[in-house]
């Protein structure tokens, strides 16, 4: 498997993120649903910073049971419920994809599908 990531020097340079990923070789794709900022035990701590924590490590578990770490995600599509939270986010992530960031899409929400969940955030993956 062969991905190219590019970011064409005609778009405004990405801050965190890749404007676009190539596959150019048979891979193994893996979809994920939403992860949220709930623990394994059912908590779902208060805090923002902690939920977005909480939901990229569950990303990262669901990564490890197919046998593939964040350098195998090519897309991500984030969710927040407040502006407030972006710096956050933007720390989690770039701790998440320290080099060669997926593509990705942020979007603030009104709620999500309990009204204690702050973050959430899909991806896909390939390898």
């Not at 649903?33 to 709930?38: D, H």
């Not at 578990?61 to 969710?79: Q, R, S, W």
Request: glycine content about 4%; aromatic content about 8%; charged content about 15%.
């Amino acid at each position: 498997m062969t991905t190219t990531r590019t970011n064409p020097p005609t778009v405004r340079a990405p801050t965190g993120y890749t404007h676009g990923v190539l596959i150019t070789a048979p891979a193994r794709r893996l979809v994920m649903s939403g992860q949220v900022g709930i623990a394994p035990d059912g908590v779902i701590p208060a805090a923002a910073d902690v939920q977005i924590s909480q939901a990229f490590a569950n990303l990262r578990a669901v990564l490890e049971a197919h046998d593939m770490t964040p350098a195998n995600v090519v897309k991500v599509t984030t969710f927040l419920t407040n502006r407030d939270w972006l710096p956050a986010y933007r720390a989690a992530r770039t701790a998440f994809f320290p080099t060669e960031p997926p593509a990705s899409t942020l979007l603030f929400v009104a709620g999500l599908a309990d009204p204690a969940f702050h973050f959430e955030i899909e991806a896909e993956a390939i390898a």
